[in-house]
């Protein structure tokens, strides 16, 4: 018997990966009845730490269009229970630690590759970070 996941955390960052990934928390949530789908951004505020506050507003300002439209598109596919949260900090711990927890995640849908290539390149992938660290089912999205 397949799993029935309830909760599932979506992580975008506004890449082609991260909207494939969203776009298959989608088909996931349809599938899986009464599921909440938990669309989540997170602005790596250590990045921002020699800017000034505008910088980290108009981040915020792009995150919010971000996440409003994932979710004005997921409600358009029938999907009831959408949640879109702006977390601050590093996505790595972020998203496995303490909003998987808050959400009660039973499944993180992310993509292969994000927007930052240095990131990648000096510490590793987000994604390869979510799949060490998730205490949950954790599903990786390749673009085709």
């Known amino acids: 018997m397949a799993n029935h ?40 505020t250590r990045s921002f730490e020699a800017y000034d506050r505008s910088i980290v507003e108009r981040a915020q ?10 979710k004005t598109q997921a409600e358009a596919e029938g999907v009831e229970n959408v949640n879109v949260v702006i977390e601050y900090g590093s996505a790595k711990n972020i998203i496995t630690g303490e909003f ?32 060490r660290t998730a205490k949950c089912d954790v599903l990786v999205i390749r673009t085709p």
């Not at 494939?20 to 997170?42: E, L």
């Not at 792009?62 to 994932?70: A, V, W």
């Open 5 to 44: 996941y309830k909760s599932i955390v979506v992580a975008v960052d506004g890449s082609k990966e991260a909207e494939y990934a969203f776009r298959k928390s989608i088909d996931v949530a349809k599938r899986n009845k009464n599921s909440q789908v938990n669309i989540v951004n997170v602005i790596d």
């Open 61 to 70: 300002h792009r995150s919010e269009e971000l996440l409003n439209g994932y």
């Open 100 to 131: 998987a927890n808050l959400v009660k995640a039973d499944l993180i849908i992310c993509g292969a590759t994000g927007l930052n290539a240095i990131e990648r390149f000096l510490m590793g992938s987000v994604s390869e970070a979510i799949i």
